[in-house]
């Protein structure tokens, strides 16, 4: 059997779909033009506005499998509340400049906005096909002078406020794209994520936002979001950084110098402080550089260095002072020191003893000294060693634990817990003036100049005498000039005289503009704003408009934005609320309430167990040993392929093409299918074969339609149809079976976002429509009752199929396809069915209200005297034993 049914389902997949599927695809295409529009909005029952958002892709020309999966979830979301009654904002734009475009756009020697404007037609056309329904009147292109004139006004802006500023700064380099890297975008091999060349160190005037100013609030607010994924708010707090801790103050011995500036979290280990290290950028290592050629060779060298190095050079004829123990020691340069943490210049102490880079630190710069320590662990294990095995101990690994005990080296603390040493210390050097507690943060200002054409121009103008001038806003947008092709890597503006030479604004003398454009993390960061306002030529966006729908209700993407695009997008909205041009009465201006963060889409990859190498779908075939058809061998050696899931990629040969799909299987199967598969914020193991169980179902919900329908005397139900109060047992199943269901598939949408259950409802909602009607029990008005529920709750999922369904039933009637069916109370049953026992043998049933018992013997024989079953079995016997209980009714008569 399972062999004649796995081969029969290998046929059917060479042969493309069978009739049964084919229907589908058909009705995907019938409603198309109706889906992707929506439906008109519903008079009087306004809920007020919900404002539900998906990431906006990079148009690439392709809407893969992923950007399949985050539009589903945002357009059966939008669907839902629009049934609910609420007047939703759901845009959809394109995240369009970057390098990507630019790129390509070299490689074809064409202009990027060519290329672009190719691609962004071509995905929306994809995106009809999976009947995503958006607001196209909203549509915005982060490429089109009317958007970045605003996104150059929102720089001015921060410019005006101090948050925008130059600064000479090292870069990531990358010599093959000839632009500069964020930190983020170099892996831990030290290579660029686009280009994999290793990146290079630069000194370069650099355009910086100043987002550190806005850390305490980025931090402080994180708690407010409620509804974000705690693994995300996790993300934002380790890369924002806070920590409360100490700046000590080290004095030097040479006094051409300031005293440094020291920031620990731990002052108890101060005992056992014994060294300072400087970052490469401080003033101190500048001057030494000055005089000692072998530290500019050791600077130089460090451009290469990796991030976790432990090199050192050794300052000669400089020493710190240890502000506690006021000891000389040593002063390194060292490349992990990062320049520009905090305020001050960088400058750390090293603690061998107790930490452990320090540590690995001074073990490779001071091979073979001492290391001392001043805390040890509450209980002792070591007690019993001497006190050469403890010195050995300590020269092996350091003691790094935060709570401690201090040792006899720590003087007057000896004996002291750590926690209350450091506050005495701290104390004791507050009233020298030497110590100060404060606040750190590990964010940095965020770096936005690019040397490259396809982004935002820097709308800035540099002037000899009056330094950088900003544009005047009635000059703005500063357009990106037109280039009929790109050929040349590195920034072209900077070759077009036309752009860079111009008047400066202020004091009218030649100038040059800003070649620099912006990181397009600033394009993406306000974007929600403009949806809301997409055509306004003045501003940005209008106040109370803004006002009026933000914060956005749910924002869905990947959580592969959880850090930078959100960190981004809220310190803009901060800033936007700084400045009045939106209002938030929780005084937080959070952009974005609700979180959804979907996971990765993986693809079934298949291993050569030999050789390791990934094998491509012709090098494989399927065998029929399997009940799902779907084991394969490889065909040159006949053996079993290793399977897994991984991140779908050209080389492992384990794509998925949405488009192939939607068009094998119809959109609305695709759409059930890619929700099915897994709860939304979970990777998703793609496995197209297993859509049949989807397609099945859709099947169903048509034949139960057309049968529901065409029941006998089935008289057209008005719109005021009420469930009726007399039910019967089955009518009391399928009345609570159905509530259950619905109940349970609101509160998917709303409460939980957990899609794929909404779609299990389905099928078993579906299932117990098709129980009732086989069965035969319950009325046919409540049968089509129950299934215009079921048929407008599918719309959010599979609108042209719920279309499909629900013009059968229009055709009959008269009905409100697009309205959530309201979840009634379940009911008990008011009936129950009595056995009417004579002599041992049922002779009849009799429905009563199911306390008819209660009524006591004499009314309950009564009752049923009078019935026509009761007069043939029951009339004019006298009665030996009577007996009522549960729903027997049981008489024993005398022969
Ligand atoms: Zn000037």
Redesign the pocket.
Known sequence: MLHRSSRRFLSTQRKGPGPAVQRLITIGEKWKQKTIRGFPKQEGQDKGSKYILCQFPYPSGMLHIGHLRVYVISDSLNRFYKQKGYDVIHPMGWDAFGLPAENAAIERRINPAIWTRENISKMKQQMESMLANFDWDREIATCDPEYYKFTQWIFLELFKNGLAYRKEAEINWDPVDKTVLANEQVDAQGRSWRSGAIVEKKQLKQWFLGITKFAPQLRKHLTQLKDWPSNVKQMQKNWIGESLGTELIFKVTDSRFEDLVVFTTRPETLFAVQYVALALDHPVVQKYCETIPDLKEFLSKCDVLPDDTKEGFHLPNINAVNPLTKEEIPIFVAPYVISGYGSAPSAVMGCPGHDSRDFEFWKQNCPGQHIKTCVTPFFDDTSKLSEKEKQELIETVPFTSTNGVMTKESGEHSGVFTGVARKSIVGKLHTEKLSKNIVRYKIRDWLISRQRYWGTPIPIIH?D??GP?PVPESDLPVRLPDIKELNTKGNPLSTIDEFVNVD?P??G?P?KRETDTMDTFIDSSWYYFRYLDPKNTSKPFDCEIASKHMPVDIYIGGVEHAILHLLYSRFIAKFLGSINAWDDPTGAFEPFKKLVTQGMVQGKTYIDPDTGRFLMSDELESINDSSDGNSVIIRANGKVPIVSYEKMSKSKHNGADPNACISKHGPDATRAHILFQSPVADALNWDESKIVGIERWLQKVLVLTKHILSLKGNLAISKEYKTPTDLNDAEVKLHNDVQRYLKSITESFEIHISLNTVISDYMKLTSVLEVALRKGEVRNEMMVQNLQKLVSSIYPVVPSISEEAAEMISSQMEWNQYQWPVVEHTTECQFKKFQIVVNGRVKFMYTADKNFLKLGRDAVIETLMKLPEGRMYLMNKKIKKFVMKYNVISFLFHK
């Open positions: 002037c005498s009056c001038v400066c202020s004091c003398s100038a």
